[in-house]
């Protein structure tokens, strides 16, 4: 099968770099690894949304009072971007009194562990679009399942005399 311009690396891995940080888990599900584009999608999403759910989406996403914490927050790709957004609409009011136990700091952690969580992942689907087969979402040999003989059975046979162990 000619490789076309979507399957040959030089394209494949840019995009499915883009995909990863836009949305986390997509760079995966585009390469063929769905499975595991699921699990980091759940992940990360539950991580970032947890954070802001604990700490408040207008204290959590800060870019001027947390800005290396929120530079992990847009690992996330459309999760930072959507909380910046929303927290956009709250003005900033310096004299709240913030909550009584850690919970801003906490959320704030919690978010941009989510970012540097997708910064793996971005890194990962990079190395593995690279290593792929021109297909996109081919199954490789490495990832196939072993052929079985359908007459062989899965299980040892309880009857079969023991191994000596010589």
Not at 31 to 42: A, C, E, K, P, S
Request: proline share 8%; glycine share 10%.
């Amino acid at each position: 099968m000619p490789a076309t311009a979507i399957t040959q690396p030089a394209v494949r891995v840019p995009i499915s770099g883009l995909l990863a940080w836009l949305l986390p888990g997509l760079g995966h599900i585009y390469i063929g690894d769905v499975r595991r584009g699921l699990i980091i999608m759940i992940t990360i999403a539950v991580t970032f949304w947890g954070g802001v759910a604990i700490g408040g989406v207008a204290d959590t996403i800060d870019r001027k009072e947390r800005t290396a914490w929120f530079m992990a927050q847009v690992c996330t790709g459309a999760h930072g971007l959507v909380g910046l957004a929303w927290s956009s609409r709250f003005p900033h009011d310096p004299g709240r009194v913030p909550a009584p136990w850690l919970s801003v700091e906490t959320g704030v952690i919690y978010s941009g562990v989510a970012g540097l969580l997708n910064l793996l992942a971005i890194l990962d689907v990079l190395a593995r679009a690279e290593q792929r087969p021109d297909s996109v979402g081919a199954v490789s040999d490495r990832d196939r399942a072993p052929d079985r003989d359908p007459g062989r059975r899965a299980v040892p046979d309880d009857r079969a005399p023991p191994r000596s162990l010589k």
